[in-house]
């Protein structure tokens, strides 16, 4: 069923000049039997041989007894592909998410996996390994595919003497797609100098190659110009500069010169190394968006790494222009970040002192390459910090800068109220406290109850009133707790390492005494 959909799909997909197919030609066998018919018994060299005999555009599939992987190891070259031509290794029975169709070829010398020499042509479900030249030449054909519109339906093409496929003669405006291209000892792809423009190479896995990954004019890394203007192979599409991969956020950032005002796909890839050309090896695909270039041809742009990259993993990029020219594999740079540690982490002063912390800023991944500058938040009150130095680029080691929290103090009210007529206030207690025994000493001396009464109840009142007095002019002299500066106790602030790409912190702890 699931075979059934994929030729469903791709019925619909087929690239631009593939005809509907006329004859099937079904591989039997992993022999070199050539008695020139392909019959019952039919080898992969008849059926070529019989296809490019037929009119129109055929197809080669496979029926070869026997479980796992059939290998074809061939001894002698195969013929070239002269008529279009349809190579489904997906019809094998029990291939399902890889090719189990294998052609190796390390028993030849000077020969080529499979040599296209005509246009709508479409290879896909095979292994394609061990030539001492390329594993799949394209001489002069358009409007021809390499793999699919599934990377289940696709070809692996790895440990060829050359390139995994190279392009030539004037080959155009063909579709390499969803391969698997490593481990050849030249280029995974190569475009010659002859070769032509709109060729797609896109969601490829290209790694481990002995060379660029992806070489237009197979002279390596070709230098970016303004506003791409130079033709070639592709038209010799500039690659995106890569400027920052930013790990926790797996946010690649970058830029791309090329044509004005055009709409451009970028493809990116991730590896654990690089290239020995310091550009990038797509062993992984993190996903694609499409960025627009404004009238100098100059789009920025910032990218989710799909799927997550390790810490100090390369991520790369390749751009797509509109008409499918595919650009070589950008410059890599590897997934950093940077961290924030202060020593010690709590310190204490009083109101109006200073506090030192020693604050530490670490590259992490590899060379942080970005301007720093430090700053403090979440200090409490009238609270100030200064960094020494507070600017700096942060390359590959770690920096160390001191810092220093002024703390400070701003006294309350601490004025004395209102004058008294009467005098300070502990006079005022004496001479309420003298009446009150002059009222307590004359009632003791009187006969009459009420006199008495009278005297002790004026008395009391005038103790009361001298201690009430005593206490209010008291309270007006003395010194108010202050409504600003620094507040007293503990307090959690945050140190700040801001940067064009991320802004790492860490907390700190200030104890403020009285």
């Keep these: 069923m699931r075979i059934l959909l994929r030729r469903a799909i791709l019925a619909v997909f087929l690239a631009p000049g593939l005809a509907a197919a006329q004859t099937t030609f079904t591989v039997t066998t992993t022999n070199q039997t050539t008695d020139g018919v392909c019959d019952a018994t039919c080898s992969l060299q008849e059926a070529i041989l019989a296809a490019n005999a037929a009119a129109g555009r055929d197809t080669i599939a496979f029926n070869i007894p026997g479980p796992g992987t059939r290998t074809l190891a061939l001894t002698a070259a195969l013929p070239s592909v002269t008529d279009p031509l349809l190579i489904d290794g997906t019809t094998q029975p029990g291939q399902d998410t890889q090719p189990i169709i294998r052609l190796e070829g390390s028993a030849l010398t000077a020969a080529y996996g499979l040599e296209i020499e005509t246009d709508s042509t479409q290879v896909m479900g095979l292994i394609i390994e061990g030539f001492d030249q390329d594993g799949i030449w394209l001489l002069g054909s358009s409007h021809s595919e390499i793999g699919t519109i599934s990377p289940e339906l696709s070809n692996w093409i790895r440990n060829n003497g050359k390139a995994g496929v190279r392009l030539s003669g004037g080959s155009s405006d063909n579709l390499l797609q969803w ?230 103090l701003i006294p309350g009210g601490s004025a004395t109220g209102p004058a008294s007529p009467i005098g300070p206030p502990e006079a005022l207690l004496i001479g309420f406290l003298t009446v009150a025994l002059a009222l307590f000493g004359a009632a003791l001396r009187r006969d009459d109850r009420r006199g008495r009464r009278l005297g002790f109840r004026l008395g009391f009142a005038s103790a009361v009133l001298g201690l009430l007095l005593y206490t209010g002019c008291s309270s007006d002299s003395t010194p108010t707790e202050p409504d600003a500066g620094t507040p007293l106790g503990k307090h959690t602030f945050v140190v700040v390492a801001g940067s064009p790409s991320l802004d790492a912190t860490a907390t700190a702890i200030l104890v403020v005494d009285p």
């Design 179 to 408: 391969n698997n291209f490593y481990d050849n000892t030249e280029n995974g792809v190569v475009l010659a100098p002859s070769a032509g423009t709109n060729n797609r190479i896109s969601n490829n896995l290209i790694w481990g190659n002995g060379a660029l990954n992806i070489d237009l004019n197979a002279d390596g890394v070709t230098a970016n110009d303004s506003l791409d203007a130079d033709t070639g192979p592709n038209n010799l599409q500039n690659w995106p500069v890569m400027d920052k991969v930013v790990f926790g956020f797996d946010r690649a950032e970058g830029t791309l010169n090329s044509m004005p005002s055009t709409q451009y796909r970028l493809q990116f890839f991730s590896d654990t190394i690089c290239d020995q050309f310091d550009h990038g090896e797509a062993a992984v695909n993190n996903g694609e968006r499409l960025v627009t270039t404004d009238a100098n041809g100059n789009a920025d742009f910032e990218h989710i790494l799909i799927g997550n990259i390790e810490l100090g993993d390369f991520a790369s990029v390749i751009a797509i222009d509109p008409s499918g020219n595919t650009s070589e594999v950008s410059n890599c740079k590897p997934a950093t970040t940077m961290t924030v540690r202060v020593e010690p982490d709590s310190g204490k002063t009083d109101r109006g002192g200073s506090e030192d912390y020693t604050v530490f800023v670490t590259p992490a991944g590899g060379d942080w390459e970005q301007q720093v500058v430090m700053s403090c938040s979440n200090l409490p009150g009238v609270t100030s910090c200064e960094f020494s130095p507070d600017t700096f680029v942060l390359v590959g080691a770690e920096v160390q800068t001191n810092l220093m929290v002024h703390t400070t």
